[in-house]
């Protein structure tokens, strides 16, 4: 199921992991244990394909689910457990049905607390939630990160019996443990790690905990065949659009309804306009040309704000790591997040456009389809570039990512089109006609619409995501 051949992870000049070797078999209970530092949460993250080796090779099954509890739940907090698990079946293809949802949280003991926010859970509440989610859709490879973290007694005689379970289905199962006495009950087998290397691997009878011999076990062999996974044929896997269409219902449910994001943009945007107004003697009116271009100013300030707080959703509770492992292509959040965003945006610039006519003084006198279009193109062209940049304003490289540095140079020839054809409509004449501009646009759309689909995927994930 999974091979490890002479495996190294380097941290800047410390090496985490060193010359590591072995294989896991189906059917199979692993306990990894070690110190704190050993190198566990490190090789099963790359185990998992979050990381990526500094030498050596990582094999797995083709095509093997993996399942994985990190330290973080990648849970929503402002979403209900039921609301939670219905993003996730979404994107795993499994049943979205209530009461198929209900019947996965009795499995875990929170029937009870389906309709409470998973914001409010306890450490333990929320890491059984966390595997009911797992639990979804059965995995080839289950990789569980410490998952009695915050568990009572009960609720960690319930992870035993679904780690039990998952073995007697074939699945391949790695426990980061530090719990020895109770999980070595139920373990086939010990990897202990020591200063980076496998200290001791073999069977828990033989294992003491502190007390490992000094020799490095001999690498194990590289698997003789592929290992048979089984047969998926029923089940259905959501594509591109599936996963766009999911992340774009979860992100403007948290957005619309719990108030994540949009009351900043909306009031910064309307800052700008009344400051603008303020800016205009008795009796004065700003130019077509100018009042567009005010308004397109508010829209991208506001659009800044926007696809900051949609990234940051998935930042909370590391749900961007979620993302990453679930079966679609990683660039349906791509598509998802931009899909929000535009449709946000659109929202406040149903605000922004009366207010630009009272504050500014202005009149629609122009072909209103004609802006509309503009509107929607350039619209869309923003969106495509606010959601690929997106992806830099997350974990580590939020601090040092200046989102709307980078955003508004490349902006500048959508916002040129966006505002000639606004000021046209304002009844500013325009010899030549809105063609080019609209034209402009389009390009600008298809060159960041093929970007995304291209590149977000290595700035989204990355290395130790």
Same mark, same amino acid.
């Given at each position: 199921?999974?091979?490890? *051949?002479?495996?190294?992870?380097?941290?800047?000049?410390?090496?985490?992991?060193?010359?590591? =070797?072995?294989?896991?078999?189906?059917?199979?209970?692993?306990?990894?244990?070690?110190?704190?530092? +050993?190198?566990?949460?490190?090789?099963?993250?790359?185990?998992?394909?979050?990381?990526?080796? /500094?030498?050596?090779?990582? @094999?797995?099954?083709?095509?093997?689910?993996?399942?994985?509890?990190? *330290?973080?739940?990648?849970?929503?907090?402002?979403?209900?457990?039921?609301?939670?698990?219905? #993003? %996730?079946?979404?994107?795993?293809?499994?049943?979205?049905?209530?009461?198929?949802?209900?019947?996965?949280?009795?499995?875990?003991?929170?029937? &009870? *607390?389906? *309709?409470?926010?998973? $914001?409010?859970? /306890?450490?333990?509440?929320?890491?059984?939630?966390?595997?009911?989610?797992?639990?979804?859709?059965?995995?080839?490879?289950?990789?569980?990160?410490?998952?009695?973290?915050?568990?009572? &007694?009960? =609720?960690?005689?319930?992870?035993?019996?679904?780690?039990?379970?998952?073995?007697?289905?074939? +699945?391949?199962?790695?426990?980061? =443990?530090?719990?020895?006495?109770?999980?070595?009950?139920?373990?086939?087998?010990?990897?202990?790690?020591?200063?980076?290397?496998?200290?001791?691997?073999?069977?828990?009878?033989?294992?003491?905990?502190?007390?490992?011999?000094?020799?490095?076990?001999?690498?194990?062999?590289?698997?003789?065949?592929?290992?048979?996974?089984?047969?998926?044929?029923?089940?259905?896997?959501?594509?591109?659009?599936?996963?766009?269409?999911?992340?774009?219902?979860?992100?403007?449910?948290?957005?619309? @309804?719990?108030?994540?994001?949009?009351?900043?943009?909306?009031?910064?945007?309307?800052?700008?306009? #009344?400051?603008?107004?303020?800016?205009?003697?008795?009796?004065?009116?700003?130019?077509?040309?100018?009042?567009?271009?005010?308004?397109?100013?508010?829209?991208? #300030?506001?659009?800044?704000?926007? #696809?900051?707080?949609?990234?940051?959703?998935?930042?909370?509770? =590391?749900?961007?790591?979620?993302?990453?492992?679930?079966?679609?292509?990683?660039?349906?959040?791509?598509?998802?997040?931009?899909?929000? $965003?535009?449709?946000?945006?659109?929202?406040?610039?149903?605000?922004?456009?009366?207010?630009?006519?009272?504050?500014?003084?202005?009149?629609?006198?122009?072909?209103?389809?004609?802006?509309?279009?503009?509107?929607?193109?350039?619209?869309?062209?923003?969106?495509?570039?606010?959601?690929?940049?997106?992806?830099?304003?997350?974990?580590?490289?939020?601090?040092?990512?200046?989102?709307?540095?980078?955003?508004?140079?490349?902006?500048?020839?959508?916002?040129?089109?966006?505002?000639?054809?606004?000021?046209?409509?304002?009844?500013?004449?325009?010899?030549?006609? +809105?063609?080019? %501009?609209?034209?402009?646009?389009? &390009?600008?759309?298809?060159?960041?619409?093929?970007?995304?689909?291209?590149?977000?995927?290595?700035?989204?994930?990355?290395?130790?995501?």
């Amino acid at each position: 199921m999974l091979h490890l *051949h002479r495996v190294a992870k380097l941290f800047g000049l410390k090496a985490v992991l060193r010359n590591v =070797s072995c294989t896991f078999a189906p059917g199979s209970i692993t306990l990894l244990v070690g110190d704190n530092g +050993a190198g566990k949460s490190t090789l099963l993250r790359m185990a998992a394909g979050l990381s990526r080796p /500094s030498a050596g090779e990582i @094999t797995r099954a083709e095509n093997a689910v993996i399942g994985y509890v990190g *330290h973080a739940t990648f849970l929503y907090p402002g979403m209900t457990a039921l609301e939670n698990l219905a #993003f %996730w079946a979404r994107l795993y293809g499994t049943s979205t049905r209530e009461k198929d949802l209900l019947a996965l949280l009795d499995q875990v003991g929170l029937a &009870a *607390h389906a *309709h409470e926010r998973a $914001g409010v859970f /306890s450490r333990g509440m929320a890491q059984r939630l966390n595997l009911a989610r797992v639990l979804m859709r059965p995995a080839d490879l289950l990789l569980l990160d410490e998952p009695g973290t915050g568990l009572d &007694a009960s =609720s960690r005689a319930l992870l035993r019996e679904q780690m039990r379970a998952a073995r007697d289905r074939g +699945a391949c199962v790695i426990v980061v =443990s530090h719990d020895y006495a109770d999980d070595s009950a139920v373990a086939d087998r010990v990897v202990a790690l020591r200063n980076g290397v496998i200290a001791y691997d073999g069977p828990p009878s033989g294992y003491t905990p502190g007390a490992l011999p000094e020799e490095t076990p001999p690498e194990s062999p590289a698997p003789a065949t592929a290992t048979e996974l089984p047969d998926r044929e029923g089940e259905s896997v959501p594509g591109l659009f599936g996963m766009a269409l999911a992340v774009a219902r979860k992100d403007l449910l948290l957005t619309l @309804t719990r108030g994540s994001g949009l009351v900043q943009a909306l009031l910064l945007g309307l800052l700008l306009l #009344f400051v603008f107004s303020l800016a205009q003697g008795v009796g004065e009116r700003l130019s077509p040309q100018n009042a567009a271009a005010v308004f397109w100013l508010s829209s991208a #300030f506001c659009q800044v704000l926007v #696809f900051n707080a949609l990234f940051a959703l998935e930042e909370r509770c =590391s749900s961007r790591v979620g993302l990453i492992l679930s079966p679609p292509p990683i660039q349906g959040v791509w598509l998802g997040k931009g899909l929000a $965003g535009m449709i946000l945006l659109l929202l406040a610039q149903l605000i922004f456009l009366p207010a630009t006519v009272v504050f500014l003084g202005q009149e629609i006198q122009g072909d209103w389809r004609v802006a509309l279009g503009a509107l929607l193109l350039v619209d869309a062209g923003m969106c495509a570039l606010g959601s690929l940049l997106g992806a830099l304003a997350q974990g580590e490289a939020a601090r040092e990512s200046l989102l709307s540095i980078v955003l508004f140079p490349l902006l500048v020839p959508l916002l040129l089109a966006g505002i000639s054809v606004s000021a046209q409509a304002l009844g500013l004449p325009a010899p030549d006609g +809105a063609d080019a %501009w609209l034209g402009l646009a389009a &390009a600008f759309d298809a060159v960041f619409a093929a970007a995304g689909l291209l590149l977000f995927g290595f700035m989204y994930t990355g290395d130790d995501a």
